[in-house]
């Protein structure tokens, strides 16, 4: 009877028990956050197949995610929130401002554009006659891609300190001009990248200038007066481009370093607000470069900028020279904190810096200066160390 029943396909509950136990677990099929996104939520992380529009994400909206802006034509794009990564394709005739980006910006395919950007990883592929005012903690690199021209980044509005610090994004840290171009033009005398004048780095920020446009042709009616936009203040240090060995070797570069500032940026503001008086044309002393390493101690540091100064001295002049001194102020510290350099340009930086450092008695106690090659070397010094903690 058993046989019988078994051949017309009916088992007893135990046999049936028994091979539920024998057969294997089914492994869980994996879930990735991407599978989680509604249709929803993706175009609300995307700008794609506008004309003449201006496009606001403005700080909560993207909150760290990626975010893509595709096939879009003159528009003026402002995402004034954290990323972690965009995707630019197929744009042109755009402003476009990019928040600050804890990962990569990749703008492809794209022509006639101006961009503000701020970021880790910054990379450029088949665009032509693109302006980038840029702040980037690693070298940017560009590839089958002509007439592109870089300046400082140069934007503010009331979000982006705090949004800097949340992307891990040093202020002091700041690559543009340091661009790596994979597919050089064989015509050195033409390259594929340049830098803009003063003049043009104003018109390229003046483009971002909302105060002429009506509250009513934004998309979405976002009110802006809130966000406090200010085209004319920056959040992010004016350097220059980086020094070529001649003028490294400048008596006019002086170097201030100061350990730990990392919550302290306030000081490091007042200080330049001193030192550097854009309005006043006869200024002398500009921020040339900036850098921030990461944390060591007085020790360490005092180790790292020990240049001797007879191995600098290209005229043979004695080590006590006083155009090659450093003047150490305070006690040491001990424990471990970011270091901040800041070299300076002008005839005047070294009586300048001098002056305002005296002036604050946090700055007095936690901060060096020096002038010459041996500033140089010691800034040299300074980067080498910050990029080998990143190798």
Not at 224 to 249: C, F, G
């Amino acid at each position: 009877m058993g046989f019988l029943l078994s051949k017309l396909g009916w088992q007893s509950d135990s046999n049936s028990s028994d091979k539920d136990k024998s057969a294997p677990d089914q492994p869980e099929k994996k879930v990735y956050s991407w599978d989680l996104r509604s249709k929803e939520d993706e175009e609300k992380l995307k700008f794609s197949d506008k004309e003449e529009e201006t496009l606001f994400k403005v700080p909560g909206d993207i909150n760290g995610k990626p975010f893509n802006l595709v096939n879009l034509k003159s528009c003026r794009v402002y995402l004034l929130d954290n990323l972690a990564t965009i995707n630019v394709d197929k744009c042109s005739n755009c402003g476009i401002f990019i928040g600050p980006t804890n990962q990569s910006v990749f703008i492809r395919d794209s022509n006639e554009c101006n961009f503000i950007v701020s970021c880790q990883q910054f990379r450029m592929r088949g665009c032509s006659k693109v302006n980038v005012l840029l702040h980037c903690t690693s070298q940017p690199i560009i590839e089958s891609s002509t007439r592109i021209k870089f300046g400082c980044f140069q934007f503010y509005y009331e979000a982006l300190p705090s949004q800097l610090k949340s992307a891990n994004l040093s202020p002091f840290l700041n690559y543009w001009s340091n661009i790596y171009d994979f597919s050089p033009n064989s015509d050195t005398s033409n390259p594929n990248h340049g830098y803009l004048t003063e003049a043009k780095v104003s018109e390229c920020v003046g483009l971002f200038d909302l105060s002429q446009i009506e509250p009513a042709t934004l998309q979405g009616g976002v009110d802006v007066a809130p966000l406090k936009i200010d085209v004319h203040k920056s959040a992010i240090p004016k350097t220059n481009k980086q020094l070529d060995k001649s003028a490294a070797k400048s008596e006019k570069v002086t170097l201030l370093v100061v350990l730990p500032f990392a919550e302290r940026r306030d000081l490091l503001q007042q200080l330049m607000e001193k030192v550097i008086k854009p309005e006043e044309d006869s200024s002398t002393v500009q921020l040339s470069q900036s850098v921030e390493s990461t944390a060591m101690t007085q020790e360490e540091l005092d180790r790292l900028l020990n240049i001797p100064a007879l191995a600098l001295n290209a005229n043979n002049d004695s080590a006590g020279d006083s155009k090659q001194s450093q003047v150490n102020f305070g006690n040491k510290i001990n424990d471990k904190g970011k270091v901040i350099g800041l070299l300076f340009d002008g005839e005047d930086s070294e009586s300048v810096i001098m002056s305002a450092v005296a002036e604050n008695d946090v700055l007095k106690r936690n901060s060096l200066v020096s002038r010459g090659q041996i500033a140089s070397a010691q800034f040299e010094q300074l980067q080498n160390y910050m990029q080998m903690q990143f190798h």
